[in-house]
């Protein structure tokens, strides 16, 4: 990489977006965030302080902190643009997917030690990515892969890692996405074992948050049932669709929405983050 390239490549990242700010008097409702990127699987760590969302075709991972205070809701973002992986810069992933010849973010979690678990378009591979050191970047430390269940658990479309219950939950579907199923894993250090499938779900449902007895998921622009945030297989929310959804703060939802599966100009619609008060949710 050449000087001059180099200045240029920051002075580029250095004039995106680094904040976002959404007033109080917008958050008691719905509210749709136009984004420059396409999202696919969302999460929040463990304080519901802090959000990680995968932009699929980079693939990047787009890192952000949230203070909510009488004024609103901040959002202070910053990126994982590229990994240090045997002494050179990848984006994230250090081989190419052979039977698509591309690499796609599909899914991401916080991890322990402040790693962060990706998964790459339906893939069942997890690869993790290492925290920098003063001074250092991200770096690529290694993989490990989700067993599959049956013939019904081929591609993952969603994925939500539970640090101290050493869970890991997953939406998958059979090759041909027609057969979408809920399934759970236990991860001891960084091997995962297959424990049950929880239930079946609607084919092009995403998501997905876990409480005692239930989940909440989003389903798809595709699917083929009425759009919304289901609670278990019931309607808790209509008419809103995405790729993945999480908790932040009181219990507040943010979906991740991939706009590209929609009829549009030039191929689809702009990806979004959408704020969903808790209070809309019928329990």
Request: proline fraction near 5%.
């Amino acid at each position: 990489m050449d000087s001059n390239y180099k200045k240029a490549m920051t002075k580029s990242y250095s004039n995106q977006e680094n904040e976002y700010f959404l007033p109080d008097q917008y958050l008691h409702d719905v509210v749709k965030i136009d984004l420059g990127f396409q999202p696919a699987g969302i999460v929040s760590d463990e304080s519901r302080s802090r959000i990680a969302v995968c932009a699929y075709f980079e693939p990047a991972i787009m890192l952000a902190d949230l203070v909510r205070d009488d004024k609103g809701l901040n959002f202070k973002v910053s990126w994982v643009r590229g990994v240090d992986y045997q002494k050179k810069s990848i984006r994230l992933f250090p081989d190419i997917q052979k039977d698509c010849g591309a690499n796609r973010a599909q899914t991401v979690n916080f991890g322990p030690n402040g790693e962060l678990w990706v998964t790459r378009s339906a893939g069942r591979k997890i690869f993790i990515l290492a925290p920098p050191k003063e001074g250092e970047r991200w770096r690529f430390d290694g993989a490990t892969s989700i067993p599959s269940a049956d013939r019904n658990s081929v591609f993952i479309h969603s994925a939500k890692l539970y640090i101290l219950a050493n869970l890991l939950t997953t939406i998958e579907s059979d090759a041909d996405l027609n057969h979408w199923v809920i399934n759970n894993y236990s991860v001891k250090d960084r091997r995962l074992e297959f424990i049950e499938r929880v239930c079946e779900t609607h084919p092009h449902t995403h998501g997905l948050e876990i409480g005692i007895n239930s989940y909440l998921s989003v389903t798809d622009y595709l699917s083929p049932v009425k759009h919304g945030i289901l609670l278990n297989d019931r309607m808790a929310i209509s008419g809103i669709y995405g790729s993945g959804l999480c908790f932040i703060g009181s219990g507040d939802i943010i979906v991740s929405k991939y706009g590209q599966n929609e009829p549009g100009p030039f191929n689809g619609e702009p990806g979004q983050l959408i704020y969903v008060p808790s209070k809309l949710l019928i329990i």
